[in-house]
């Protein structure tokens, strides 16, 4: 049996938008700032260093200040390819965000086992030692968090401090992601322990506990609570990051509003810390991804994703008092973690911008502020006796499309 669903559309065509193709940051200068993650070769390469210059004001390490790039191995330090980013900001006069002290991945896990466990050349550990106890892995994250915020805390003006310690499966009454840290200390003594000694490191850093799919109610919910209950014991968390892995279909407009509203009656700080939109259906961090590295793009998906970005950035811009920065996870298509082919950014393969680019920039502050009328009627070229399309005092035109 066929269904029909009823849609209401309301667009405005008495107003075109003229504005000139502009950088991201200069069209967003008066809400947030506007930041990307970044790798070796986009710092390296001429034409891409021009273009993160030219379009951000923010940056974050791709992958180099996470715990196992930086600290390999019990007494092992490489700074190389922290310190070029690093560079990079100051000489640039571009602010860093911090990327990450704590995660269950790419993290060292070394600091989880006894001295005599051994490791493969990828870190990863061999075998099944003996896990340490919390207080050898207190001390060991100590050391850690406070080298590294110590070494760059001149530059780095936010840490994600925890990264994804909340679980994805809604069956369990457990809010935790079991990780090794968390079997460690039997509970969440550990992330507790992280954002104390960031803070005691650098005092003025903002710090913040990071998650995807944190639109989810049921996630988000249990982000929200874990961070009001250690905030209420004191742990100085003082932001929540967003990652923002969405794509063309999720999240909705609700939920996404509904998490930046919450997260910011809560903590002082939200960014939107790992934006891309990707092309299919899949969502979030810990997933198999549909790389699709043979599909073109068609103009329908195209439009899609414009759209899902146009939404979410109305919502950004609504409530941009409560939002500080809006960071772009990596610079172009090319670089993209989630494929090439799944065209998750504004910038192509290429480094050129893509019409999704013009969408964001060329915005036009009085529809977003627009109250419109309730005072829509037949527009008079309607056939006798149909309904829609309608028309208001203003110009917006209101839209029934009937689908199966």
Known sequence: MKKNLILTCLCLVSMLVSAQNTSLKEAYKNYFSVGVAVN????????QQALIKAQFNSI?????MKPISVHPADGVWDWAKADSIADFC??????LRGHCLAWHNQTCEWMFYEKKAKFDKRGHVIGNPKLVKKEVLFARMKEHITTVVNRYKDIV???????????????????????TYYKICNGDEWIRKAFEYAHEADPNAILFYNDYNECDPVKRDRIYNMVKEMKEAGVPISGIGMQGHYNIYGPSEEDFEAALVKYSSLVDHVHITELDIRCNQEMGGQLQFSRGEDVKISNDIKLLQETQYDRLFRIMRKHHEKLDVVTFWNLSDYDSWVGVHNYPLPFDKNFQPMNLHKVLCNFDPKVDNAVIKEDFEPCETCQPGQEYPQVN????????????
């Open 157 to 179: 003006y936010g840490w994600d401090v925890v990264n994804e310690a909340i679980s994805d499966n809604k069956m369990t009454k457990n809010p935790y992601r079991e990780s």
């Open 90 to 95: 100051r000489k640039n006069k571009i602010k």
């Open 60 to 64: 974050t390490a791709e992958n180099d």
């Open 393 to 404: 005092s203003q110009g917006y035109v209101r839209f029934r499309v009937v689908a199966p």
């Open 40 to 47: 070796q070769r986009n710092i390296s390469v001429p034409e």
